[in-house]
């Protein structure tokens, strides 16, 4: 009994201690948040207005909350709006989540719902799977799939079966999340929704339960994916042979009567490979294809190769495309015009522009301070587009170049148009992706073209995102609902870690032309 008493004492001494080493802590939290609520509504910029709401970042307690709800609302300033999700997402103690997933299930608002769900998904925050399951079933497409995306960064398998139904969502934002969802969670759930979305007429919603099968693989999705192939076409049709290779271990890739031949030899006995098996049949497949030069695989624009046949080529005539290449050698045998960057990159979109196959269709967009799209959308690539679209590309020019700046210097600054010759990377990708500043939260995301070749020379300039840091998170988020492949091609000095990682975040291909 007395070691008992003894033992309780120590344990009520140590949470004494405890608290009264957290209570400066909590002051300052209750302290800093005051504060924030007292000045937070003079401040009418959004660098402040950011700089404020970060301001509460080591902030651990429920009253932070409280206090950034009505900044979530604030939809008109994203750059706030991201700042207080990104707090959100840092707690560390029990209270303040707590109040989270309180103010989660209380808020009738969506932004503010939104922005909650963003901050549990960012922070991992699992322990209130109910408050989210309830939100699997809301109005709002939007907040379907975040509260999807919220479940499963929880890491909780157990969640699968409240997910299950959203594989037949009606929308296919939450649909797609869905399936990429119980991928993650490696549920063999996944499997039967993902065969039945093979044929789903959204083309995204197809690439979702193909990534699925991918990821959770499994002998019944063998023989549905092998007659997809026999559908498919341009890029997707890649797409499949991916998975198909993947779950089999073989390297068929899109040679459909080589899946057909081996299916029909090995169905009745075929075992899918372990992981260690796999990761062996990967390796021999990555040295098997060392030694054979692939088949042409359809539209090939500055050595890369894509069967895609919705095509948006993205071409730089910013001023600094006005200089000369400084690595010559490089392009000696090209058989260019001059040495000029924009003269090189014009004279390959021209080739490439005059090789499309008839069925491929494309578009094309010459940004610099504005963004000038060719068409207002898709075009077959027949002899009358080829030629139209030739007569466009030679007669793009770099805009307030170093030709220029002699007339700006003299006071002809109209004449020298410097201010048009920026570049609006964040303009141009937008535009490509059909954003048109509409974010994410409608149906634009449904676009019709699933492959960017984005070609650029400079570090962004100008438009709404100038950072590259922001300008590829905010391509991350606009591109994924739309799941369009970027590949990116750079030429010039600038700093090429950029151009990689939209290519990267993108699921494309970087090509550095050189210097």
Same mark, same amino acid.
């Given at each position: 009994?007395?070691?008992?008493?003894?033992?309780?004492?120590?344990?009520?001494?140590?949470?004494? &201690?405890?608290?009264?080493?957290?209570?400066?802590?909590?002051? &300052?939290?209750?302290?800093?948040?005051?504060?924030?609520? /007292?000045?937070?509504?003079?401040?009418?910029?959004?660098?402040?207005?950011? +700089?404020?709401?970060?301001?509460? #970042?080591?902030?651990?307690?429920?009253?932070?909350? +409280?206090?950034?709800?009505?900044?979530?609302?604030?939809?008109?300033? *994203?750059?706030?709006?991201?700042?207080?999700?990104?707090?959100?997402?840092?707690?560390?103690?029990?209270?303040?989540?707590?109040?989270?997933?309180?103010?989660? =299930?209380?808020?009738?608002? +969506?932004?503010?719902?939104?922005?909650?769900?963003?901050?549990?998904?960012?922070?991992?925050?699992?322990?209130?799977? #109910?408050?989210?399951?309830?939100?699997?079933?809301?109005?709002?497409?939007?907040?379907?799939?975040?509260?999807? =995306?919220?479940?499963?960064?929880?890491?909780?398998?157990?969640?699968?079966?409240?997910?299950?139904?959203?594989?037949?969502?009606?929308?296919?934002?939450?649909?797609?999340?869905?399936?990429?969802?119980?991928?993650?969670?490696?549920? *063999?759930?996944?499997?039967?929704?993902?065969?039945?979305?093979?044929?789903?007429?959204?083309?995204?919603?197809?690439?979702?339960?193909?990534?699925?099968? /991918?990821?959770?693989?499994?002998?019944?999705?063998?023989? *549905?994916?092998?007659?997809? @192939?026999?559908? =498919?076409?341009?890029?997707?049709?890649?797409?499949?042979?991916?998975?198909?290779?993947?779950?089999?271990?073989?390297?068929?890739?899109?040679?459909?009567?080589?899946?057909?031949?081996? !299916?029909?030899?090995?169905?009745?006995?075929?075992?899918?490979?372990?992981?260690?098996?796999?990761?062996?049949?990967?390796?021999?497949?990555?040295?098997?294809?060392?030694?054979?030069?692939?088949?042409?695989?359809?539209?090939?624009?500055?050595?890369?190769?894509?069967?895609?046949?919705?095509?948006?080529?993205?071409?730089?005539?910013?001023?600094?495309? +006005?200089?000369?290449?400084?690595?010559?050698?490089?392009?000696?045998?090209?058989?260019?015009?001059?040495?000029?960057?924009?003269?090189?990159?014009?004279? #390959?979109?021209?080739?490439?522009? =005059?090789?499309?196959?008839?069925?491929? #269709?494309?578009?094309?967009?010459?940004?610099?301070?504005?963004?000038?799209? !060719?068409?207002?959308?898709?075009?077959?690539?027949?002899?009358?587009?080829?030629?139209?679209?030739?007569? !466009?590309?030679?007669?793009?020019?770099?805009?307030?170049?170093?030709?220029?700046?002699?007339?700006?210097?003299?006071? &002809?600054?109209?004449?020298?148009?410097?201010?048009?010759? /920026?570049?609006?990377?964040?303009?141009?990708?937008?535009?490509?992706?059909?954003?048109?500043?509409?974010?994410?939260?409608?149906?634009?995301?449904?676009?019709?073209?699933?492959?960017?070749?984005? @070609?650029?020379?400079?570090?962004?300039?100008?438009?709404?995102?100038?950072?590259?840091?922001?300008?590829?998170?905010?391509?991350?988020?606009?591109?994924?609902?739309?799941?369009?492949?970027?590949?990116?091609?750079?030429?010039?000095?600038?700093?090429?870690?950029?151009?990689?990682?939209?290519?990267?975040?993108?699921?494309?291909?970087?090509?550095?032309?050189?210097?």
């Amino acid at each position: 009994m007395n070691r008992t008493c003894a033992s309780l004492s120590r344990l009520l001494a140590a949470l004494a &201690l405890v608290t009264a080493l957290l209570a400066p802590a909590r002051a &300052l939290d209750d302290e800093i948040v005051a504060d924030f609520k /007292k000045y937070f509504k003079q401040y009418k910029d959004t660098a402040t207005r950011v +700089e404020a709401v970060l301001s509460l #970042e080591d902030a651990d307690s429920a009253a932070v909350v +409280e206090a950034l709800l009505p900044v979530l609302k604030m939809v008109e300033d *994203p750059d706030v709006v991201r700042a207080a999700i990104r707090v959100l997402s840092k707690f560390k103690s029990e209270a303040p989540r707590a109040a989270l997933f309180a103010a989660l =299930e209380a808020q009738k608002d +969506e932004a503010v719902r939104s922005g909650l769900l963003q901050a549990v998904a960012a922070g991992k925050y699992g322990g209130a799977s #109910e408050v989210l399951k309830k939100l699997l079933v809301d109005k709002s497409w939007d907040l379907r799939r975040r509260a999807v =995306e919220a479940l499963v960064a929880g890491g909780d398998a157990s969640v699968a079966d409240a997910i299950l139904p959203l594989c037949n969502d009606a929308d296919p934002a939450p649909r797609c999340a869905a399936l990429e969802g119980l991928a993650a969670l490696k549920s *063999p759930k996944v499997v039967a929704p993902a065969i039945a979305s093979l044929s789903h007429e959204v083309w995204q919603v197809r690439v979702s339960a193909m990534l699925a099968l /991918k990821q959770v693989r499994s002998r019944d999705a063998i023989e *549905p994916l092998i007659a997809r @192939l026999a559908v =498919e076409e341009g890029r997707l049709q890649v797409d499949v042979g991916d998975a198909l290779n993947e779950i089999t271990g073989r390297s068929f890739g899109t040679r459909l009567e080589m899946w057909q031949q081996f !299916w029909g030899a090995y169905k009745d006995r075929f075992q899918i490979p372990t992981d260690e098996e796999l990761a062996k049949l990967r390796a021999k497949r990555k040295e098997e294809a060392a030694k054979y030069k692939p088949e042409k695989a359809g539209t090939s624009y500055h050595g890369i190769e894509t069967p895609s046949r919705r095509i948006m080529f993205v071409i730089d005539v910013s001023g600094s495309m +006005e200089n000369l290449v400084v690595e010559k050698e490089r392009f000696e045998d090209g058989g260019y015009p001059s040495f000029l960057r924009i003269d090189i990159c014009k004279t #390959e979109l021209l080739r490439t522009i =005059e090789s499309l196959e008839p069925y491929v #269709e494309f578009n094309a967009i010459a940004f610099a301070t504005a963004v000038r799209p !060719w068409k207002k959308e898709l075009v077959k690539a027949n002899v009358l587009n080829k030629s139209a679209a030739v007569d !466009w590309v030679r007669r793009l020019e770099a805009l307030g170049g170093a030709s220029k700046e002699d007339l700006a210097q003299a006071g &002809l600054t109209g004449s020298a148009n410097l201010e048009a010759g /920026k570049t609006n990377t964040f303009g141009a990708l937008s535009t490509a992706l059909g954003a048109g500043g509409r974010g994410t939260k409608d149906k634009a995301y449904e676009c019709m073209i699933d492959t960017i070749f984005f @070609l650029s020379d400079g570090r962004p300039t100008v438009g709404d995102y100038v950072d590259p840091q922001d300008v590829a998170r905010e391509i991350r988020e606009l591109n994924k609902l739309r799941k369009v492949v970027i590949h990116t091609i750079a030429i010039g000095e600038f700093q090429k870690d950029f151009m990689k990682i939209l290519a990267l975040e993108n699921d494309g291909v970087f090509v550095d032309l050189g210097r």
